[in-house]
């Protein structure tokens, strides 16, 4: 007989926030167990084996045997669903930020106050979130800032016994952004994530290494991280071909390189999804799986002009250079045919954006209201049968003005938020992101019964359910979703981790200038830095920041390395750090005071310093018009129009740098989000570095010569606004680029080392020429 024991989860440590309020059940050679005495849980022996009676009906039932495989768990439970229990299964959640605020973004209460005044426990749940779990039977929660890994333990810890305790028994799948960057705004709207998790590089910092090895390590390392915080889902990586120089998120992709794009997402994906050993439970799946929602299908990268689907001024995809196909391989060669055994990426989101005229039913729709896109041509061309989640609140209103931050129905604008639900359902979509309330869910049901009958809606939503299901099953939740927060606190972050992600750092930093060999200065010299001006900037929701003039770095890590004086002439070099061309959170292209002034409000995007005036842009935008808010505006284009970036007083700042050492070495360290313009000083200075989000640190480390520079650019750096005017939006790699004084061009896969320009099995491999 196989021995069963059964353990209460009391752990040894001086904290006392760090008691557990859970059981533990090992079954020898079989899942280990963990329930919540308070939630009505019992456990059922069955040949000598434990299981979890998670509907209370003293009985085995198929989907509470974890012995058998997760599709045939899964079907059996959503048979045993209700279609309003199904429909809460759809719901995504909005960001949760755990404690939630008392007031502005993500505010909620706690027994009815706010939390400041509540007296809660930072990790209790708040009335919201109690709410949707149990009124809107929600069980996919999308969190954003985390206090720390002890909180984010036991807060997951408490949802997942309020979770037990109704209905099914479902667990909970909790859900991030990319939380590792350096950056915590970069990092993907984890607007204060939290510092203790590794550090990596991230998009186009990771792509800059070209190393597929040091991807799927982020993956594994990342995945334990996740798991320990309970974080059951991620939603990325992002895979969109950074093929539009302009487009603000291009800083969040791999680069322009189809194949390069296509062997990271495959590597960061089998990283994140694959448990070994005893943490596997079948093909790869496991305790330590994170299920990845590669986005954005069928790539969002192509938006015309570089503006952002965020907005309604950006809604459009184009394909000037008929290149639609090359966009799907780092989905359908990478995300989709894995080295791993799991296969493929279990979730796919599609973009806000409208694939302007790729559908070939005629239809115009978002790319998450488009039948052809989902599945005439992800489901049934490519086989893709795992979860499609739209990208969040596209079922949502949008606002009265292009700018606004609000919902993205675009191309269903004139719909209801009911009718937006049933033509994604009916588009394939299974899940909804961004929408708490369950009500538009079954009213989308409703009208399917209405056309179609009851049997086919209930077969419909059966269908999204098992594939919903199959990824809480494949990552052990339903046997046990509670966590030790001793072992998360000694997880997360932890010193091996933290080496990991900076070395990686290290391996992304990008050295495109060393005129006379400048760099390294191994010596202990004096450095003079400029302070930089910060001009106030509008976030998502149009609250500004103060502008500031002061030290663009950390100067005790500077002091770390060299001597620093205020006083240019006594310095022996200078670094000047600054960020690339850059505008407010939308990422530009877009002026309410040039609408309101008579013009169309669109305006240039522009990725040098100095005021750009748009020349050489298109007579005529692709697409155009806006039916809802701006019926009267059918031309987008902006050709004449003259724009100026945030941050143009960097420039200033590198010239009068320049001037003020006159002879002596000027060295230049750029934070580039995206491509950018070198030709206004790149003749000036000595030496230029490219970070792309990373550490102070780990750039002078690389400055100072404690480590030598091996990143590559992962997009061509233009030579003029013009090349970037005349590009097609589709097409990677149809810029001429930047040649500088030292007969250098900055194309993709460039960068220098000590001894040079570095040729390696890498530019090989991913060469362009």
Known sequence: MKKTLIILSVLAIPAASFSQDFTIVENTNGATLGYSPNSGVKIITKDGLKFKDLN?????????????????RAQDLAKRMTAEEIAGLMLYSSHQMIPSPSSGFGAATYNSKPFSESGANPWDLSDEQKKILKTDNLRHILVMSLQSPEIAARWNNSMQAYAEGIGLGIPGNTSSDPRHASDGVKAEFNAGGNGDISIWPDGLGMA???????????????????????????LSPQIDLGTEPRWFRIGMTYGESPELTTD????YIDGFQTSTGSDEIKDGWGYQSVNAMVKHWPSGGPEEGGRDGHWAFGKFAVYPGNNFETHLKPFTEGAFKLDGKTGAASAVMPYYTISYNQSKDGTNYANGFSKYIITDLLREKYGYDGVVCTDWMVTHNEGQTPDQFMGKPWGVEKMTEDERHYIALMAGVDQFGGNNQVAPVMAAYQMGV????????????EQSAVRLLKNIFHLGLFENPYLNVKESAET????????????????????????????????????????????ATSNWWGLWTEPTLDYPVNMNIIKKYYNVTNDASKADFALVFVNGPHYNADGGGYSIN???????GYVPISLQYGTYTATEAREHSIAAG?????????????KGKTTTVNNTMDLNTILTTCDMMKDKPVVVVVNATRPMVFNEFENKVNGIIVRFGVSEQAVMDIVSGKYEPSGLLPVQMPSNMATVEKQFEDVPFDMECHKDTEGNIYDFGFGLNWKGEIKDARTQKYSTK
Not at 65 to 70: I, Y
Not at 212 to 234: D, H, N, P, W
Not at 492 to 519: R, T
Request: glycine share 8%; charged share 30%.
């Open 264 to 267: 990271m997402a495959r590597a």
């Open 56 to 72: 209370k009906n003293g009985k085995l039932d198929t989907y509470e045997d974890w012995r058998l495989p997760a599709e045939v």
């Open 492 to 535: 997360v972050g932890c010193p091996e981790f933290m080496q990991a992600g900076y070395n990686a750092q290290l391996k992304s930093i990008v050295m495109l200038k060393n005129k006379s060999n400048v760099l390294p200065v191994k010596d202990k010299k004096t450095v003079y830095i400029p302070k930089t001006y910060t001009p």
């Open 450 to 461: 209405k056309e179609h009958g009851k049997a086919f809606m209930r077969k419909r939503f």
């Open 208 to 234: 800059a290494t070209f190393d597929t090895a040091v991807m799927k390590q982020f993956g594994e390392i990342a995945s334990k991280e996740y798991r320990a915080l309970g974080i059951g889902t991620a």
């Open 594 to 600: 040039d609408r309101k002034a008579g013009g169309n």
């Open 626 to 638: 806006d039916p809802v808010i701006d019926p009267t505006i059918t031309d987008r284009s902006y």
